[in-house]
């Protein structure tokens, strides 16, 4: 059985004292393939040592996340455009709009979302979707750029069927991760109206962990609780789920 976490910050500090470990105890529960976002230039240099240490287990994405739309944006999108040019990013992401921590900066992260989307489509690269309280803002986004073949992943997914059928629409999949377990997630009551050829897995670990880790701190490990319970919704074996959001990944992906 082979699972594949599409969005996990295995750089993140919270992994400093154990990240070795974890990443096994990842690899031991069956995932195999780890996609890693960006959030800024500050975590390129430990994302590129995960790289190095993990060459065909690991992948990574570039990008500025919204909430790192600063006063300094100008100079981290130029980051991103650098890194962009070394071709070694398989995805532009984490990218999008958060309008959950800062609402002033409204305009400046569409702005960078349409950039980053841009250079996406230049290098014929997939994006990973950052959404948090600005549905609309982000499908406004996309529907600009709708016509020009945008793929990626709608990542932590948890808005509505409408919303879910509206992010395929827009060549998006739909990045399933702890949220489908919570008692409170909502998406659990519709998911199975949507097609399994439009799911992938995912952790956002160190976030987001699923029940019974609820609170804790996430892992990629925890990813099987989350193929569990997409097991349970579509009436499927957790093999064959593992098998379809893989190769639904590799679509995205291209690796």
């Excluded at 599409?6 to 195999?32: K, N, P």
């Excluded at 100008?74 to 991103?80: I, K, M, P, Q, T």
């Excluded at 998406?187 to 956002?204: C, G, K, N, P």
Aim: charged share 25%; with cysteine; net charge negative.
């Amino acid at each position: 059985m082979i699972l594949t976490d599409t969005h996990t910050h295995l750089y993140s500090e919270q992994f400093d004292e154990d990240r070795e470990v974890m990443i096994q105890r990842a690899v031991d529960a069956g995932i195999e393939r780890f996609f890693i976002p960006a959030i800024d230039s500050t975590y390129t240099a430990g994302m590129q040592e995960l790289k190095r240490n993990y060459p065909d287990r690991v992948f990574l994405m570039t990008g500025l996340h919204p909430t790192h739309v600063k006063e300094n944006h100008a100079e981290e999108l130029l980051h991103v455009k650098e890194q962009l040019a070394t071709g070694n990013y398989i995805a532009v992401g984490e990218i999008g709009v958060d309008l959950y921590w800062d609402k002033s900066t409204r305009d400046l992260q569409m702005n960078a979302f349409h950039q980053q989307i841009e250079w996406a489509l230049e290098y014929d690269l997939p994006i990973a979707i950052h959404c948090r309280d600005a549905f609309d803002e982000v499908f406004e986004v996309l529907a600009a750029h709708q016509e020009k073949g945008l793929k990626g992943i709608f990542h932590c997914f948890t808005g509505t069927l409408e919303q879910a059928q509206l992010a395929i629409k827009y060549g998006m999949k739909l990045g399933i991760g702890g949220v489908v377990t919570f008692k409170n997630g909502k998406i659990d009551q519709f998911l199975h109206e949507i097609d399994l050829s439009h799911i992938v897995l995912e952790t956002d670990s160190p976030y987001l962990a699923p029940a019974p880790y609820r609170g804790k701190r996430n892992e990629s490990a925890y990813l099987s609780k989350v193929a569990q319970k997409i097991a349970e919704i579509y009436g499927l074996d957790i093999e064959e789920i593992a098998r379809i959001t893989t190769l639904n990944s590799r679509e995205v992906f291209k690796v």
